[in-house]
């Protein structure tokens, strides 16, 4: 599975910006996706992920609300919505493929990563 994330970017705080993760070489519609952060000098956090068949969904406490993920199969792509956003919200987000098809917090879960879009919030 080859992933490939996109719309990063510099936003004031307040702003909205949209993730996308396209994904090819697998049946996307059999696997669960994620979202994932890394802050310069921090862990990996989970932000966010969604089921195969996006009857769940799955978010962090600290973007909930404000995130929203949604997944078109049809074209094979995820989409990371994020509104009021914050400084704490800079990092680099990362999307991952859970082959299990469930979705998880747990980054352990995942099969499969993306590359990573630099999102930055400026204050």
């Known amino acids: 599975v080859q992933l490939q994330a996109s719309g990063g970017g510099l936003v004031e705080a307040g702003g909205s910006l949209r993730l996308s993760c396209s994904a090819s070489g697998r049946t996307f519609s059999n696997f669960a996706m994620g979202w994932f952060r890394q802050a310069p000098g921090k862990e990996r956090e989970f932000v966010a992920a969604?089921?195969?068949?996006?009857?769940?969904?799955y978010y962090a406490d600290s973007v909930k609300g404000r995130f929203t993920l949604s997944r078109d199969n049809a074209k094979n792509t995820v989409h990371l919505q994020m509104s009021s956003l914050k400084p704490e919200d800079t990092a680099v987000y990362y999307c991952a493929a859970d082959l299990g098809g469930s979705g998880s917090y747990d980054y352990r879960e995942y099969d499969y990563w993306g590359q990573g879009t630099q999102v930055t919030v400026s204050s």
């Open positions: 969604i089921n195969w068949s996006s009857s769940r969904t």
